[in-house]
């Protein structure tokens, strides 16, 4: 007896994750179900190459844990208990507990939150036509890219580089503070085809022997916060040894005398003190640079990530400046291309409401939940949100303030997710949300030049609703009025796409992606930087800084006037010895996957990299629960011993939840939330503490 067999169609899509390679996908759909994931061949930066994790989204996707009916809470928060009710009956609940926050303290009070769970310009920044519409706190965004950005955009004058493809063009690939083996994998599939197809050496900088340091030809392993330094060492090599394109610099940098009379002093022997590298890898190291003209340097953010970010960047990014490797193809720096796309915004966000609402900074949720006053701007307390694509209960800094915020009983939080999250378990009113594969988005790429259009390509389950469709129906309740309401995403993603004369969306669909790069010669700054004058500024205005934000945020006025080691990183001392890194686990993209039984399975358990001398002085072995403090808070994790390590630095790889720590408290409990300069931004690897057996 025949039986009938689903046919199985091949739809395409973006991986809507918080990545810069935003990769072209090919997906298996069968009987309403996504199945296999692969990467789309004919996409140039993609090049068939996608990370485990997502290759397996099938297994997230189709996950029985996941959300499919709108819950209300009916114990006591953060104790889980939860009973489903309707979509009427919770929205009707949400936009009365927003009027009674704003009859109380005026719609200010009412805090719309969300970040980059979804990439997709409609589902990703509809809310801030909410938040608009309704006058209240609106959202600054700063926990992830501030420092990298305010740095970048201080030499350059623009948040653009090279083609990113040119790194299989060059001679010379420096990836530097980031790990793509884990997180951007098309960046070692360009790399790679460089050393293939022309010889070309891979440099890696790290704080650690990360999978992507292991595939190094000069791995060049430093203390975290200390690229600075490295990058000012290898500049005074490059002008001491006559690598430096002088005629470049006079005709393209603001002040090269000053500069090099500024090395003068930052030698490779007072790098070595301060980055452990010893001094002969440091001259190795700025030679490979000096004598390599199609020097590739692919600067990603994990070293920003330190109170000296800003400056570590710019630094870095002054080193293709001195060798004049701008003028290569296969040369110069590259950080994110997020200048190139230029969207006009009005329609999503509903630019053209005017407010003169406060910006509540994102990082700084557990102070402004806690009531401080100088978090709050002077303003009315949060007592309501709606949280959209992100999970601050496990990720946010200071975690111990951020937990007590979200336990205050006149605290109303309506959260939006596709799984039960540590957010979603501490909110009053919960909504279960629609996957990629089931809403109409348009995709940006940061780490390359694609636009991508993410269609519908299966119905969601249950009762699972866009975060278009949630905002749409809280502002008819709500009262709030823009067009862009009205609109499906599809009808949006069109306006995007026309309104910058990108085509029509039925254009966009047969094409799959479109292709925005740059000529060479705007990429490269040929004609000069994005300045008056067309000169990279290797004197920075930090005071005056490009990136846009609401003020000024941490010691601005202290930053270095040139690229230097800014000694404002929490150096180990007496009572905490150690500094701690939490990069990013491979299976894990923030606290997305760590539901999946594939990538819980692959990363075992929290735990803590220490090298083995390190560990012997405590008295430790491999796999002992220990003790990790910080001045803000305490977590317990397992002892991994690693060699991969300078003498006194640690890591821990995450995000896993708090939950699966021992004692319940995650890593983010270590971490600071204290404004990074001059934009703001979360230093979350930059941290001291003390070990011990717990």
Aim: charged share 25%; aromatic share 8%.
């Amino acid at each position: 007896m025949n039986q009938h067999i689903s046919p199985v169609r091949t739809g395409f899509s973006a991986c809507p994750h918080d990545c810069p390679s935003t990769c072209a996908l090919e997906i298996e759909v069968a009987e309403g179900r996504i199945g296999r994931v692969r990467g789309s061949r004919d996409n140039s930066f993609t090049a068939g190459v996608i990370c485990a994790k997502v290759a397996r989204y099938a297994e997230r996707a189709n996950h029985p844990d996941r959300l499919t009916r709108p819950l209300r809470r009916m114990g006591a928060k953060g104790e889980g208990a939860f009973a489903p009710i309707g979509w009427d009956e919770a929205l009707d609940e949400i936009a009365h507990q927003f009027r009674e926050a704003e009859k109380r303290h005026g719609p200010e009070a009412v805090w719309p939150y969300y970040y980059a769970g979804t990439m997709g310009l409609v589902m990703r920044d509809g809310i801030n036509r909410l938040t608009r519409a309704k006058g209240y706190s609106r959202f600054f965004s700063s926990i992830c890219v501030n420092p990298a950005w305010s740095g970048f955009l201080a030499g350059t004058g623009k948040l653009a580089g090279p083609d990113p493809r040119e790194m299989a063009k060059s001679d010379l690939v420096v990836i530097w503070g980031t790990n793509p083996v884990a997180t951007q994998i098309n960046v070692m599939t360009h790399a790679i085809r460089a050393r293939k197809e022309r010889g070309a050496k891979i440099a890696v900088v790290d704080v650690y022997r990360s999978p992507t340091m292991e595939q190094a030809d000069l791995p060049i392993l430093i203390r975290p916060g200390t690229d600075g330094a490295l990058a000012c060492a290898v500049m005074h090599v490059l002008f001491r040894d006559g690598l430096a394109d002088r005629a470049y610099l006079a005709a393209f940098a603001d002040d090269p005398a000053g500069l090099e009379a500024h090395l003068a002093t930052r030698t490779p022997e007072w790098a070595a003190d301060i980055t452990g590298l010893p001094a002969d890898e440091i001259e190795a190291f700025a030679h490979a640079i000096g004598r390599t003209p199609r020097t590739f340097i692919r600067a990603g953010y994990g070293f920003t990530r330190s109170r000296n970010g800003a400056v570590a960047m710019h630094a870095v990014s002054c080193i293709p400046t001195i060798t004049g490797a701008w003028k290569h193809e296969g040369g110069g720096a590259f950080h994110s291309n997020s200048a190139i796309y230029g969207w006009n915004k009005r329609m999503v966000e509903g630019l053209d409401i005017p407010t003169t609402a406060r910006e509540l900074d994102q990082s700084r949720i557990g102070d402004i939940l806690a009531g401080d006053a100088e978090a709050l701007l002077g303003g009315p307390p949060v007592t309501a949100m709606l949280i959209q694509n992100t999970n601050p209960v496990s990720i946010a800094p200071d975690q111990e303030t951020v937990r007590r915020g979200f336990a205050r009983d006149d605290l109303f939080v309506a959260v939006h997710e596709q799984f039960m999250t540590e957010t979603a378990g501490m909110a009053d009113i919960v909504l279960p949300a629609t996957m990629f594969t089931e809403h109409d988005d348009l995709y940006q790429g940061g780490g390359n030049q694609y636009v991508i259009l993410g269609p519908k390509l299966v119905e969601p389950p249950g009762e699972c609703r866009t975060n278009h469709e949630v905002i749409g129906a809280l502002a008819q309740r709500l009262g709030a009025a823009h067009e862009g309401f009205a609109m499906s995403p599809r009808q949006h993603v069109d306006w995007l796409l026309q309104a910058k004369g990108r085509g029509t969306v039925d254009e966009l669909e047969e094409k799959r992606f479109l292709d925005v790069q740059p000529d060479f010669a705007t990429a490269h700054y040929v004609k000069g930087f994005n300045w008056p004058d067309g000169k990279f500024r290797l004197k920075p205005d930090w005071a005056h800084s490009r990136f846009t934000s609401p003020g000024k945020f941490g010691p601005y006025r202290d930053m270095p006037q040139w690229p230097d080691h800014w000694a404002v990183i929490e150096e180990a001392n007496e009572d905490y010895p150690f500094r701690l890194v939490t990069a990013p686990a491979r299976s894990f993209l923030n606290s997305t996957f760590t539901e999946t039984e594939g990538s819980i399975a692959r990363e075992k358990r929290p735990e803590l990299l220490l090298h083995p001398e390190d560990a012997a002085g405590l008295g430790v072995e491999e796999g002992d629960l220990l003790s990790v403090a910080s001045a803000r808070g305490e977590v317990l994790l397992h002892a991994r011993l690693f060699d991969g390590l300078r003498r006194g630095v640690v890591v821990a790889e995450s995000i896993w939840p708090n939950r699966a720590h021992e004692g319940g408290r995650g890593i983010n409990s270590l971490t600071g939330a204290d404004p990074v300069a001059p934009a703001g931004g979360a230093a979350l690897h930059d941290n001291r503490v003390r070990i011990g057996r717990a």
